[in-house]
């Protein structure tokens, strides 16, 4: 197998203060108003892969309950509770499971909602937990605004190297979707982004079969975690994310 080396932007110094400084940003009525459509087109992605068989096999291989327990998240539509993290990858895998949602080809060249909708659908969910709809929608925005972000500085090079942008820089969305919706302070967020550097992964390899829509719940359930992990004091190394990666 050929190496090829992928050279990146030092992210812990250059992206990760604005990574957090999105997570605490106002959003306008504009960027509210724009997000309506692509959240309805995810949310019918979304419905039409739950309804498929491979997604009880998924399930299957998951520690959920019809009974909510402290920090558990329901699956929306049902009464399935589980992990936040676990509740998220579902949601992940059955909105990039058909393959129809949304695709921002030019910047991160990644599906933006089906990861940053998940978490913050998961994070929401959580049992004594209610936030507002423009609460989720603020989440979900900032998750797709750090995908932008993350993508206009590795891509194409990120792609090119044989990456599947959805899963790699999808796990950033996540953990900026969860941390909105927790309200982390800035230092936390910090944190749950070098947490969630240990989660960026995902071959172009895996295209043609479950392994890539898998890579995208996984993506989302690893940023509800890393936000979670932080929240309760976890840290990551300093430095933690790369400046070259080979592939």
């Given at each position: ?103 921002e080809t030019e910047v991160a060249m990644a599906h933006l909602s089906a990861p940053s909708l998940s ?129």
């Open positions: 197998m050929t190496m090829t080396l992928l050279t990146l932007p030092d992210l812990t110094v250059d992206l990760v203060p604005d990574l957090v400084a999105l997570c605490r940003a106002e959003l306008s009525a504009g960027e509210r108003a724009s997000a309506v459509l692509p959240v309805c087109d995810t949310l019918g992605a979304l419905l039409g892969g739950a309804c498929d068989p491979r997604m009880r096999a998924l399930m299957a291989t998951l520690s959920l309950s019809q009974a909510a327990s402290p920090g558990m998240a329901r699956l929306p539509g049902g009464t399935c509770w589980g992990a936040a993290a676990d509740i998220a990858l579902v949601l992940g895998m059955a909105a990039h499971l058909l393959d129809f949602d949304d695709d978490a913050a659908l998961a994070v929401a969910g959580r049992s004594s937990f209610e936030p507002g709809m423009p609460e989720v929608i603020d989440a979900y925005l900032t998750g797709c605004k750090a995908m932008l972000l993350l993508g206009s500085a590795v891509n194409p090079a990120l792609y090119l190297a044989g990456w599947h942008a959805t899963s790699v820089l999808g796990v950033f969305g996540a953990t900026a979707a969860a941390a909105r919706l927790l309200a982390l302070d800035e230092a936390a967020t910090a944190q749950a982004f070098s947490l969630a550097a240990s989660a960026a992964c995902g071959p172009r390899g895996a295209f043609g079969g479950e392994g890539k829509p898998l890579q995208v719940g996984l993506a989302a359930g690893q940023g509800v975690r890393a936000a979670l992990l932080a929240q309760a004091g976890w840290q990551g190394a300093e430095g933690h994310w790369p400046v070259r990666a080979a592939c």
